[in-house]
């Protein structure tokens, strides 16, 4: 698998993620700097954490508007799959390459913790090798992180499995003790229609080694991995 | 022009004689541009007049420094062609103005001292105190502080890894805020600041200069018009986004060979840096104040010179050197100036649109600069307290309230809002005895990683400050030795009241004298620090504190014990002896209401010897678990060690026919003495533990075994470890949740 | 010509920021506040001189950058 990390100037995560697609597909992804117009022909296309742009305005708000992202979109819109995690998903919202928006955290204040997510579609092409309803516990660490959308987003989304992992508590149940940020129905991953785009709030890139004091953020980049080599 | 009136030479902080001093060098009465230069170049922050003495009698040499104090940074070999570079400061004062933008400011100082060096930073720390719980204050004070620990550390991606919080009613009126930086350099390429090459550019990078912080907010006003107040905001307000592009844009260029010189505009902003770098190449500098990028219009010479605007830095480069340098800055999107040349006059000359605004002989006045010897009083040390006398307790009742007071409360609400885990090498998170992290890009089969502690129980510095200055030092090497560190070097940051009164300058010379002491015992110099005197309020002064930071080396991260209990039916043994010091303990001040008594005293040599043990033991991998007896005694780090670990243990004190000092000790002095050069193990392998402590002369004794979901006690009963949770995790969210009511 | 942009959340989105200042305004004795949205000012100085050209670059300013009108509204005010 050939993968792409995209480098804005605010980004602090972009080398966790290197590390966690390079031990997931044996291949050093390459770093595209966010004044770039060009992208390299890829597999995939990662949006890494961080405050692209110091969080300034909105999160992920400036760097939606950066030169690269017209070629990103551009790929996304062939189907390329793309990837945002943290800050990376609130650039592909602001991108509108997502539905819905993440707000400051319920509580007011950055959280680093783990989390457990339960994956709630398991036929994609992200997801394809986890199970649905299948737990993993893994860290988030972010201030917007409090996803949002309309009621009819959210049916949508619903509807058509468009969510891709929950924030759940150890018995694999919603509850507001378990949602570290207060996204609307716990969500803390979507996928777009054609379920190409993946965007979760949490950093599973930080959990692939024993470490990390956990890995069981392996299996997502080990699916992603076997579904597009 | 200005007239120079005793008013303001007052204004300005410089006593008569120190005026006198000026003219002296001047050879004549200096403009307002040169007294403000004098004012800062000898203020207490920039020229250690009150300390400078006492910091000289530290050890800050050794094989594995480097560069020791007077650098932005203090500079250690970790082998392997690696440097670790650090240094801890404080930014109290700003902290207690505007709890956010303060904290925030402080984290974005101390990383510049550090990647100034060259050094990309790999992990913060923070030691802070603030006022009584109860103080209508505190909430805010500690609410603003972390939010902007979190929110600068957070953005520039450097992991928070470590820290301590204490609460006291003498932090009242003056919270300490003191931050700590980590970074990793090649061991050969690290940069200084002292200038060379007459003819070389100055440089000026990063944000524009605005009207921050720019001291003396009285003085001279009538120059500045009216609403000089409103144009001069005393807060300076922090952009970590800034900074992160700053270390990445000034890495890029340490990267080519172009910098003679680096220098961080900290405090006193572009005078002390350019001075300093002046001053230690022993060179002359001319400054075209003109070219400085501005973020506000009509700033005059005086504020250029004195502006505390964050996220700049001064660079002499290489002549030729300015359009490469000059492509780098401007791909981050950061300010790039030449803004002067070095000169072979021995003189800072400032220009202003080609007139000269100031001149002033750099050595004269650098060297020139006050260093007193102040009076100073020892205290009188107080008498040992008699455990034997105080009231018999439920011993789990005691710990149950200790484990949920604010000082031994979890901090999980405090360090959840940093990012401890950014650059993915965190190997302990926040809430162990140390952070660790793995250092990346070492050579294929090394597992070395670097640990970082902060430590310093204050109210011990105002029981006995050599005893303080001592166990300041012995218990950051003790949670390094803990998590199988070997302590390397550490850095100080000395919080004091006053020091023109004799009262606290004989705290600040005996916590010195305990930590030189200590140093040399344990092998860990002084390479870099900070002081901030006239902690006071209303004459009331903050308690002696000389905070610690500390870093070691771990060989081997996959062998580091957490201080979580990992499994049933393992021994736990306890290192090091055991006389039951409740002096000053909080077993005396959170159940009897008491602050006094003898601290408990430490020996260096059986510090050492027991450090040594645990290092060798946890190299050999007998070591599931591991916590340093501190705050609250042996008791209340088992029940720390069971609540990491959810997981229970059960204890048994020590018989009548045990030795002799135990058996004589009573229960509670046993339980939750503070006695100093402690550690609970938990391992697999007891014997072989207690046979290797006889071998070292280290006294040890298996006291339990790790199982159940309850902390069991012999003879006393039983305490759930779920009850000991929620007391311990409950304290911290509760007393906050009160935050926006009580505002 | 100076303009004024005010970004405000969309009825029905949760304002954490609002409830809080909400709360804290009913414990400093501030009674009968019935809601509280905190939104945000974007002051700008513009070159451009006429007001509709003026106005219709701030109306596409907002909406590609300023305001995420998936959960913001916008209102622009120009000043002099």
Not at chain 1, 16 to 22: H, K, P
Not at chain 2, 60 to 89: H, R, S, Y
């Amino acid at each position: 698998m050939r993968s792409a990390v995209i480098v804005f100037p605010g980004s602090n995560r972009e080398m966790d993620m290197v590390a966690a697609l390079e031990q997931a597909s044996g291949r050093k992804p390459a770093l595209v700097w966010h004044k770039d117009s060009e992208l390299p022909e890829v597999d995939l296309i990662v949006l890494p954490g961080g405050f692209s742009h110091g969080d300034y305005l909105r999160a992920g708000a400036m760097a939606a508007n950066s030169p690269v992202m017209n070629e990103v979109r551009r790929r996304a819109e062939k189907g390329v799959p793309v990837l945002g995690v943290c800050n990376g998903f609130q650039i592909l919202t602001e991108a509108r390459l997502l539905p819905g928006a993440l707000m400051r955290n319920a509580s007011l204040r950055f959280v680093c913790r783990n989390v457990t997510l339960r994956v709630e579609n398991a036929q994609t092409l992200f997801t394809g090798a986890l199970e649905a309803g299948q737990r993993m516990t893994v860290p988030c660490a972010h201030m917007d992180g409090n996803y949002f959308a309309d009621d009819d987003t959210l049916k949508r989304l619903e509807d058509t499995g468009g969510v891709a992992f929950r924030y759940v508590d150890a018995a694999g149940e919603t509850t507001d003790e378990a949602n570290p940020n207060g996204s609307r129905d716990s969500i803390a991953g979507v996928f777009n229609e054609t379920k190409t785009v993946l965007g979760l709030m949490p950093h599973p890139e930080d959990a692939v080694d024993p470490l990390h004091g956990g890995t069981e953020g392996r299996a997502l980049f080990a699916g992603i991995v076997k579904a597009l080599s | 022009m200005t007239e120079i009136t005793p008013e303001i030479v007052a204004e300005h902080g410089l006593k008569p004689e120190e005026y006198d001093k000026v003219l002296e060098i001047m050879g004549r009465e200096p403009n307002l541009v040169e007294l403000g230069i004098f004012s800062v170049m000898w203020s207490e922050h920039c020229s250690y007049k009150s300390s400078k003495v006492w910091l000289k009698k530290l050890p800050t040499t050794g094989p594995q420094v480097i560069c020791g104090p007077g650098e932005n940074a203090g500079v250690v070999d970790l082998g392997d062609g690696l440097a670790a570079i650090f240094k801890i400061e404080s930014h109290n004062h700003p902290s207690f103005i505007e709890p956010y933008q303060g904290a925030a400011t402080g984290v974005g100082g101390i990383l510049r001292d550090v990647f100034t060096m060259g050094a990309r930073p790999i992990m913060n720390l923070n030691a802070l105190r603030f006022g009584s719980p109860e103080h209508p204050k505190t909430r805010h004070l500690l609410s603003g502080v972390v939010a902007g620990i979190g929110g600068y550390g957070n953005c520039v991606g450097i992991p928070t890894v470590a820290g301590e919080v204490n609460f006291h009613p003498a932090y009242d009126g003056n919270i300490l805020v003191n931050a700590m930086t980590v970074g990793l350099a090649p061991a050969d390429r690290i940069f200084y600041s002292a200038a060379a090459g007459a003819g070389n550019p100055v440089v000026y990078v990063g944000s524009k200069t605005g009207r921050d912080g720019i001291h003396g907010a009285t003085m001279a006003s009538a120059e500045f018009g009216e609403d000089s107040e409103e144009k001069r905001p005393t807060v300076q307000v922090g952009d970590p986004f800034t900074e992160k592009l700053l270390i990445e844009a000034c890495l890029e260029l340490m990267a080519t060979d172009a910098i003679v010189a680096i220098q961080d505009m900290g405090a006193a902003g572009l005078t002390s840096s350019s001075f300093e770098m002046a001053s230690k190449g022993g060179v002359g500098v001319e400054l075209e104040l003109d070219r400085v990028p501005l973020r506000e219009e009509g700033m005059t010479p005086y504020e250029i010179m004195l502006s505390e605007s964050q996220e700049r830095m001064l660079m002499v480069l290489k002549p030729g050197r300015e359009e490469l340098a000059r492509g780098i800055f401007e791909k981050w999107d950061l300010d790039f100036a030449v803004i002067g040349r070095l000169t072979e006059t021995g003189k800072m000359v400032l220009k202003w649109h080609g007139e000269v605004a100031g001149e002033l002989p750099i050595d004269p006045l650098a060297l020139a600069s006050p260093e007193y010897e102040r009076p100073w009083t020892a205290s009188e040390p107080p008498a040992p307290l008699d455990a034997a006398a105080l009231p018999e307790r439920d011993p789990l009742e005691a710990l149950e309230r200790l484990v949920g007071s604010p000082d031994l409360a979890s901090r999980r609400w405090i360090w959840e809002q940093y990012d401890h885990l950014v650059m993915g090498n965190t190997v302990l998170r926040p809430g162990a005895d140390a952070g660790v992290v793995r250092l990346p890009d070492l050579p294929e089969g090394s597992r070395k990683g670097l640990a970082a502690t902060v430590d310093c129980t204050p109210r011990y510095c105002l029981a006995d400050p050599v005893q303080g200055g001592r166990q300041a030092i012995a218990e950051a090497c003790r949670n390094l030795y803990a998590v199988g560190a070997r302590p390397l070097a550490v850095t100080n940051n000395l919080n004091f009241g006053n020091p023109e009164k004799p009262a606290i300058m004989g705290q600040l010379v005996g916590c010195l004298q305990g930590m030189g002491e200590a140093c040399r015992a344990l092998d860990a110099p002084v390479v870099s620090g900070n002081v901030s005197l006239y902690n006071e309020t209303e004459g009331r002064a903050i308690l002696p504190t000389p905070t610690i930071g500390a870093i070691g080396l771990v060989e081997d991260v996959a062998r580091v014990p957490g201080a979580a209990f990992p499994e049933a039916g393992l021994s736990l043994v306890l290192i090091g002896e055991t006389r039951g010091a409740l002096g000053q303990s909080l077993y005396l001040r959170e159940l009897e209401s008491r602050e006094e008594g003898a601290p408990p005293p430490v020996d260096l040599e059986a510090e050492r010897l027991a450090g040594e043990l645990v290092l060798a033991l946890i190299g050999e991998g007998r070591v599931a678990a591991c916590h340093d007896l501190s705050d609250g005694g042996l008791l209340v780090a088992a029940a720390e060690m069971a609540m990491a670990g959810n997981l229970g243990c059960s204890l048994e004190p020590p018989a009548q026919d045990a030795d002799q000092a135990a058996a004589k000790t009573p229960l509670a002095a046993w339980l939750f003495g503070e006695d100093q050069g402690r550690y609970l193990l938990a391992t697999a392998d007891a014997e072989a533990v207690l046979a290797a402590a006889r071998g070292a002369g280290v006294p040890a004794a298996r006291i339990g075994e790790t199982g159940g979901d309850a902390l069991t006690l012999a003879g006393a009963g039983t305490i759930s470890v779920a009850r000991l949770r929620r007391a311990h995790e409950g304290w911290m969210p509760a007393y906050m949740a009160a935050e926006l009511a009580a505002d | 010509m100076k303009a004024k942009v005010h970004v405000t959340l969309k009825p029905g989105v949760l304002d954490p920021q609002g409830k809080a200042i909400h709360h804290a305004l009913g414990a400093l004795g501030f009674a009968g506040v019935e809601a509280v949205r905190q939104g945000k000012v974007i002051e700008l100085e513009l070159a451009e001189t006429d007001r509709a050209r003026a106005e219709a670059a701030l109306d596409e300013m907002c909406r590609k950058l300023l305001a995420n009108t998936v959960i913001e509204n916008y209102a622009i005010e120009l000043t002099d």
